[in-house]
């Protein structure tokens, strides 16, 4: 079994967020805290299509799991 350990900008990448150092800062500082009783993949700032990828990768728990995990920790901080 491969593991993958992508970088945190690989993941806002994927989204199709910039995904430079200062640009990364900023959404987890606009869109944080998110509230404990919303899943991630559900928050109000995601497109459809984004929504539909974090909850894809999360369900197959994918090479991307643990990343999106590491953005779930950020964002609720």
Same mark, same amino acid.
Request: hydrophobic letters at 45%.
């Given at each position: 079994? =491969? ?15 910039? *995904? ?18 919303? @899943?991630? =993949? /559900? %928050? ?7 929504? /539909?990828?974090? @909850? =894809?990768?999360?369900? =197959?728990?994918?090479?991307? %799991? ?5 953005? *779930?920790?950020a964002l @609720? @901080?």
């Open positions: 079994m =491969e593991i993958f350990l992508h970088k945190f900008s690989e993941l806002f990448s994927q989204l199709g967020i910039p *995904n430079d150092p200062k640009s990364v800062r900023l959404f987890i500082q606009t869109h944080s805290p998110l509230d404990a009783s919303i @899943r991630l =993949e /559900d %928050a109000p700032f995601w497109t459809a299509a984004q929504s /539909d990828l974090l @909850r =894809e990768e999360l369900l =197959e728990d994918a090479d991307w %799991a643990e990343t999106i995990d590491q953005l *779930n920790l @609720r @901080r």
